[in-house]
Structures are given as structure tokens and as C-alpha cells.
């Protein structure tokens, strides 16, 4: 039993230290004894994690303000400059890119618009490069980079990277993860791994631990953007099915006699809450409008107008019965233009929420993201912080890649 | 760290007794060479597990036939007669009852039909314990009982045992699973836990590590019984939201302009599939009928019955479709009578699936249970022995319980 005893220990070392690590990366600052407390270990021990930590740069410790009586406790930081990952949101119209430090601090950001004529995978990787070339700048180097992480429109396959299908930018079974990181690895020589997700998975894992769903363990993100995706975390954990394909709730047809979907199918729930749907309240044609033009609109008071958002507040409520019926979710977050029409429609949508069945309705609440339009943003660093979070001293150790030169 | 190591090592141990036994019950006798290539252990390790399970009688060890060269390898084999559950099936027209042993194997079994008017919850508790008398007699006294499982048609929190909503048994907040254990108490002395569980979950359980689904960590199993429950597995556990009511497929809206359905909803899954869905496709009345009527007419010929089960089909296919967007399962398991009219309806289903994204649509299969109409009872006999499974030493320790002289 000598092995499997010697590597249990170390496993329960590893498991310690990133359970230290995480807290201070998703709570921030807190002190020693409070670590005691969250953890559960002693205080020894606590002491020999964060000095560990410590000891790589990536937390430092400082004296806490002086109580009433005793000496203070060590508040213990986590260092934004010591750890940082690159981060992508990747939409059909611009890519937002940032550098995000360990603790969630955003240390420089740029936003780029593209012409749909942009979107071919080849030139979106150029175009990335590009931006990583600009956000990687301000980054001293030889600053540890943990991994890039990116958010795309479309049904992604998480452990390849490969983008199966994204129908807004037209492409099929681009390997893009794999292409970034070669194109990475030609302007920076060695980088870390690149991780590529669907944009609302990252979205609700983003709410989930820094936004509206902190302590819900079962979160569903509905995301309104052209099309209607969505990402479901269950026991605090992202759903993602047999081949990382789960979450396609866009794709759930409420209206069988309704309109054709791009994807092939008929009245999915895409083709009544998509933007189009929204943006087709205010005018019949499908010319060039805005969300917020239809809300003003609403606001105004345009009759019209309100009773067809309200058919789209119906249909959202419909859909929200169905997934409150089936994940029993604590909490749904509308995300994008649905989270921009909920608070004028919220009286229909609630109005449909209560034929949910009784049970699982007593348990859910509807929110916004608290992240607002960064949710996926924040979701794509934390997907690329997820190695060093998981095991601390093997990220910083011999493999690990650097910030060089560019 | 000397506590964190000392119960690590405990836990270590603990694990892999677990994972032997667990290997031994479900997939039945297997030799010592075998248990350490499946377990990873080494040789004297399994050897060790394997003297403890079978000191406590869990397991008895038989030489294997003797291959060309060398001595046998021992075959370790689970006894049924040192471990028994109580299982039932408990449905809106009948009660199924078994005593089930390790490994699987069905002791006794009794099933009694009940009428409407039996149905009220301290009723069906007596009709419940008179069964258990009549399972139990076959039982020798001092048996090993290692905990009782029920399968129940409606939302049942399976934490508490609370059956939240049962609209075809007409019960509301039925804290069932307790009431079981008192009557029993009352009956036989200490007894050990009950546990209560919705049907379709114990369904999609038991299809998950006994029937169709084996190796496949993403599965859904569709009941068609009166009305359409849902059991998913997801990453080979339980889905089961946030207070254990998730799975309510059955009430997933797919025509929303259509029948009221007895939730209070419009358009659910179960007013256009469930068994009076079927049953109308022969007469327009809602009389007495049989579901093996309908396909003997369709199978005899008859058009328009032919054409109403097509319909059923068609919607059988759209929420199919959903379920295979949302999930991305790599089985589908139909139930009842859904998989009675499935091999007649079998092209119209997979038209419609033909519409499910393709990624996911590629990774599914529609398969028809290989435990029949056994798989809610086979999935109440192992949740009552995941106890066991899960901490094999101390099921059997002090706290445990054996039958008694009734």
C-alpha cells in the first residue's frame, strides 16, 4: 500500500493548496484565520500552504488592521501581476480580448470590430494575434502566463477545441483552439494551452462564481445575442454531455408550426426570443434596428410595439418553463438583449413561469448577469485559469511558459 | 497533517473496498487477475479487499478452470443470500415488490393490483408492509438488510423522501419514505433506510449500469406509463437539480396552443405522447383501452390509425429532438409504452430527429430497455444498496440491520 499511501498524501497536499489558491483567486484578500475557518485545515498547516504560495510570487501577505485585542492576522493577497491569462470573447460582429491577473483583475482590454467578410477562420486568428500582440505588452515580462481561454458563437467541442458548428459565422469543424495556439506559438514561441468554449457556457460558469449565481450550485445562462445559446451549470459544475455539446437550449422547439431556424429545424426557440424577434417588434421589414430602440419604444408608449414584445415575453416564458420543469435550476440569468427586455415584459414572463410544475417554481429565481456584456469575457479567463487554480505548484513549475519578448 | 493523512489512508482503503464490491454487484464473478487490471490495485491489495468482504460473507472465492499453464486464478464471486434490499415498484394501478440480493439477483417477488380508492397514502403504506411480510418470509433470519428502495410516479425529493407532487396518485407533500420506515419499525424491529425516488430516475439508473446504457455516461430515459416521466444521467450520476426535482421532461411545452395538461399547463410533452394520447389514436372516446390494441389495429392495416400513431410519433420526435439539443446524450432510452409503439412508429421518430443539431445528433442512439418493465424496480433495489456499495465495512458494522422473526 506504500504507493498508493505516498501518493494520497501528496494528492491531499495538492488539494489543499488549490483549495487556498481558489479562494483567494475568486474571493480575494482575506486573512489567515479567516483561511482557517473556509478551509477547515489548521492553522499549521494554512501557514505551509500560503507560504508556498508565497514563495512563487503568488500571494503575498500583510498585517491586517490591529482588533481590540491580540496581535493582527496576516491578510493574505493574491498577486494580479504574478499569474496572468490571455482571454477572448469571440462574437459574430467584434472580439473583445483581455489580459486578466490571477484574482480576476482585468490588466488591459481592447475591443475590435469585424466585417463579416472577417470572420473566415484564418483571418480571426489573425486578427487575435494581433490583439494579443497589444494586450501582451503591457505585461512585464517573464510574468507566468497560465493559458488562453476563448468564447465562441457556436457548438464547441471542450476537449478539442474544435468548433463543430457556429452557424453566424458560417464555419463547420475549424480546430480553431489548435489553430491559435500554433499561431501563438510562431509570434511568442513556447505559450500554454488554449482553451475554446461556447460563449454562454463560459457565461453562466462566469456568473456562477462572480456574478448572479454565487452559492447556486444549478445555474442555467441564457444568452441573447444574434442567436439564443445557453450554458447550464449543475452541482456547480458545467454540463457539457457526451461530446461537450450540451446546453443548446436555442434549439428547443416550442412552436412546431412556427418559422424555420437557420439550424434546419422548425420553431425552435430561437426563431421567437432571437434578436430578430425582438428587433422585428418595431417594423415588419428586418432592417438595420436596435434592442434598445424597441424598449424606448415600449417606453414611450407605443401600444403596438409593447404588445408584440409581449409575445416575445410569452415565448421566453414558455422556454423558461421548460427548463425550470427539467434542471430544477436555482437560479436563470438572461443574458444580452433578453436580460434588456426582462424588466419591461417581466409581468408576462412571470405570468408563464407559474404553470411550471410547483415544486422546482418555489425554488427558482430569474436574474441578470452581474457581469453584464463581460460575462463571457470573464468566463474565457476563468476557463484559462482552471490548470493553475487545479494544481498550483505544477503550473508554476519547470513547464510552465513565460511572457517573452515579442 | 497527521489527522488529514491518517483518515486519507482510511479513505484510500475505503475507496477501493468500494470499488471492488461495486465491481463484484454489478458485473457479477470475476478472478483476482482480473479485479487488479480492472481496479488498477496491485495483486496483494485486491488480495487484501478481498479477504475482508468475504470474512463479513459478501463474497465467496472458488478456484477457476485450469488454463494451459501456471495455477488458477481465483474467481471472487458476490453472494446474494449476504445482502438483500427491499424494492418496489410502485405504480398508479399496482405495487411491484422484491427482495433483490448482492450482485442482483431477484429472491422473491410478489405485485398486487390496487384500485383508485387504495391509492391514499396510509393505505398504500399498509398494502406496502404486507408485502414486505410476504418478501421477507423467504429470507433467512439474521440476513444482512442493507435498505429499502421505492420507485413512485411524481416529484419526489429524494433527499427527504418527500413525494412533492403526485398528480396521478393525487398526493401532495406525502413524506413517504418516512411513513415506510415507522410502519416497518413497527413491524420488524430496527429496520434500515428507506429511500423514495421518482420512477423514471430509478429507471434511467437501473438502464444506466444494468440495461441499455451500460458504458454510456449520458443518458436519458423517457417513461411512458400514464403519464411521461424523465430520468437523466449525466457523467454516469443522477441528475437531479436543486432540490431533486429535476427530469420533469414530461411537462416540457412543445404545443403551446394545444391541451390543457393536469399540471395546469398548456401543451406539455405528456398531452400529446402519454398513454391517452396513444389510447385516442383507436377511438375518440377516452374508454377503457390497451396500448398493444392500437398497434395490433396499426399492424392489421388500419390506415387511419396508422396515421393518428404517426402524429403520436411526430411528437414523440420534436421533444426527442429537444432533449438530444439540450443534453447531448449519447442514449435515449424509451420506456412503457413509448417503447412498445417505437418499433411502429420508428421512421417518423427519426425524421424528426433528423432535425437535432448535428453534433449532438450524431453522438445518439434510440434504444428500447433491456430490463422491460423491470427497470423502476431493479433501479429501487440499488438505490437501497448504494449505502453499501459506497462504504462497504460500515454497512456491515454495529449500526447495520438484519431480518428478523416476524
Given at each position: 500500500?506504500?504507493?498508493?499511501?505516498?501518493?494520497?498524501?501528496?494528492?491531499?497536499?495538492?488539494?489543499?493548496?488549490a483549495?487556498?489558491?481558489?479562494?483567494?483567486?475568486?474571493?480575494?484578500?482575506?486573512?489567515?484565520?479567516?483561511?482557517?475557518?473556509?478551509?477547515?485545515?489548521?492553522?499549521?498547516?494554512?501557514?505551509?500552504?500560503?507560504?508556498?504560495?508565497?514563495?512563487?510570487?503568488?500571494?503575498?501577505?500583510?498585517?491586517?488592521?490591529?482588533?481590540?485585542?491580540g496581535?493582527?492576522?496576516?491578510?493574505?493577497?493574491?498577486?494580479?501581476?504574478?499569474?496572468?491569462v490571455?482571454?477572448?470573447?469571440?462574437?459574430?460582429d467584434?472580439?473583445?480580448?483581455?489580459?486578466?491577473?490571477?484574482?480576476?483583475?482585468?490588466?488591459?482590454?481592447?475591443?475590435r470590430?469585424?466585417?463579416?467578410?472577417?470572420?473566415?477562420?484564418?483571418?480571426?486568428?489573425?486578427?487575435?494575434?494581433?490583439?494579443?500582440?497589444?494586450?501582451?505588452e503591457?505585461?512585464?515580462?517573464?510574468?507566468?502566463?497560465v493559458?488562453?481561454?476563448?468564447?465562441?458563437?457556436?457548438i464547441?467541442?471542450?476537449?478539442?477545441?474544435?468548433v463543430?458548428?457556429?452557424?453566424?459565422l458560417?464555419?463547420?469543424?475549424?480546430?480553431?483552439?489548435?489553430?491559435?495556439?500554433?499561431?501563438l506559438?510562431?509570434?511568442?514561441?513556447?505559450?500554454?494551452?488554449?482553451?475554446?468554449?461556447?460563449?454562454?457556457?463560459?457565461?453562466?460558469?462566469?456568473?456562477?462564481?462572480?456574478?448572479?449565481?454565487?452559492?447556486?450550485?444549478?445555474?442555467?445562462?441564457?444568452?441573447?445575442?444574434?442567436?439564443i445559446?445557453?450554458?447550464?451549470?449543475?452541482?456547480?459544475a458545467?454540463?457539457?454531455?457526451?461530446?461537450?455539446?450540451?446546453?443548446?437550449?436555442?434549439h428547443?422547439?416550442v412552436?412546431?408550426?412556427?418559422?424555420?431556424?437557420?439550424?434546419?429545424?422548425?420553431g425552435?426557440?430561437?426563431?421567437?426570443?432571437?434578436?430578430?424577434?425582438?428587433?422585428?417588434?418595431?417594423?415588419?421589414?428586418?432592417s438595420?434596428?436596435?434592442?434598445?430602440d424597441?424598449?424606448?419604444?415600449?417606453?414611450?408608449?407605443e401600444?403596438?410595439?409593447?404588445?408584440?414584445l409581449?409575445?416575445?415575453?410569452?415565448?421566453?416564458g414558455?422556454?423558461?418553463?421548460?427548463l425550470?420543469?427539467?434542471?430544477?435550476p436555482?437560479?436563470?440569468?438572461?443574458?444580452?438583449?433578453?436580460?434588456q427586455?426582462?424588466?419591461?415584459?417581466a409581468?408576462?414572463?412571470?405570468?408563464?413561469?407559474s404553470?411550471?410544475?410547483?415544486?422546482?417554481?418555489e425554488?427558482?429565481?430569474?436574474?441578470?448577469?452581474?457581469?453584464?456584456?463581460?460575462?463571457?469575457?470573464?468566463?474565457?479567463?476563468?476557463?484559462?485559469?482552471?490548470?493553475?487554480?487545479?494544481r498550483?505548484?505544477?503550473?508554476?513549475?519547470e513547464?510552465?511558459?513565460?511572457?517573452?519578448?515579442?
Amino acid at each position: 500500500m506504500r504507493t498508493s499511501l505516498a501518493s494520497s498524501q501528496d494528492e491531499v497536499r495538492r488539494h489543499n493548496l488549490a483549495a487556498v489558491l481558489q479562494r483567494l483567486h475568486l474571493g480575494g484578500p482575506v486573512s489567515r484565520s479567516e483561511l482557517v475557518a473556509l478551509t477547515g485545515l489548521n492553522r499549521s498547516t494554512v501557514g505551509v500552504l500560503v507560504a508556498e504560495l508565497a514563495e512563487q510570487g503568488l500571494v503575498v501577505e500583510e498585517p491586517g488592521a490591529t482588533g481590540t485585542v491580540g496581535r493582527p492576522s496576516l491578510i493574505v493577497m493574491p498577486q494580479p501581476g504574478s499569474a496572468i491569462v490571455l482571454a477572448f470573447d469571440f462574437r459574430v460582429d467584434r472580439t473583445v480580448g483581455a489580459v486578466i491577473g490571477l484574482g480576476g483583475k482585468t490588466i488591459s482590454r481592447v475591443e475590435r470590430f469585424r466585417e463579416n467578410s472577417e470572420s473566415a477562420p484564418d483571418l480571426s486568428v489573425l486578427q487575435l494575434i494581433d490583439m494579443a500582440h497589444e494586450l501582451l505588452e503591457e505585461v512585464p515580462e517573464e510574468t507566468l502566463w497560465v493559458g488562453t481561454g476563448i468564447g465562441l458563437p457556436g457548438i464547441v467541442n471542450e476537449r478539442t477545441g474544435v468548433v463543430s458548428q457556429a452557424p453566424n459565422l458560417g464555419w463547420i469543424d475549424v480546430p480553431f483552439a489548435q489553430m491559435v495556439t500554433d499561431a501563438l506559438r510562431k509570434e511568442f514561441g513556447e505559450v500554454p494551452t488554449t482553451v475554446a468554449s461556447n460563449d454562454a457556457d463560459l457565461g453562466a460558469l462566469a456568473e456562477h462564481t462572480r456574478g448572479a449565481a454565487i452559492d447556486s450550485g444549478n445555474v442555467i445562462y441564457v444568452s441573447g445575442e444574434v442567436g439564443i445559446g445557453g450554458g447550464v451549470v449543475l452541482g456547480g459544475a458545467l454540463m457539457t454531455g457526451a461530446g461537450g455539446f450540451g446546453g443548446e437550449i436555442g434549439h428547443m422547439i416550442v412552436n412546431p408550426t412556427g418559422a424555420q431556424c437557420r439550424c434546419g429545424s422548425r420553431g425552435c426557440w430561437e426563431t421567437v426570443i432571437g434578436r430578430a424577434a425582438v428587433l422585428s417588434c418595431i417594423q415588419d421589414s428586418k432592417s438595420v434596428g436596435d434592442v434598445q430602440d424597441v424598449i424606448n419604444s415600449v417606453l414611450a408608449g407605443e401600444v403596438e410595439v409593447q404588445d408584440k414584445l409581449n409575445g416575445v415575453g410569452r415565448w421566453l416564458g414558455i422556454g423558461l418553463v421548460n427548463l425550470i420543469n427539467i434542471f430544477n435550476p436555482e437560479v436563470v440569468v438572461l443574458g444580452g438583449h433578453l436580460g434588456q427586455i426582462y424588466p419591461v415584459v417581466a409581468d408576462v414572463v412571470n405570468e408563464q413561469i407559474s404553470h411550471a410544475l410547483r415544486a422546482p417554481r418555489e425554488q427558482v429565481r430569474v436574474a441578470l448577469p452581474v457581469l453584464g456584456e463581460d460575462s463571457t469575457l470573464i468566463g474565457a479567463s476563468e476557463s484559462a485559469f482552471a490548470s493553475l487554480l487545479a494544481r498550483p505548484m505544477e503550473a508554476v513549475g519547470e513547464s510552465s511558459t513565460f511572457v517573452t519578448s515579442k
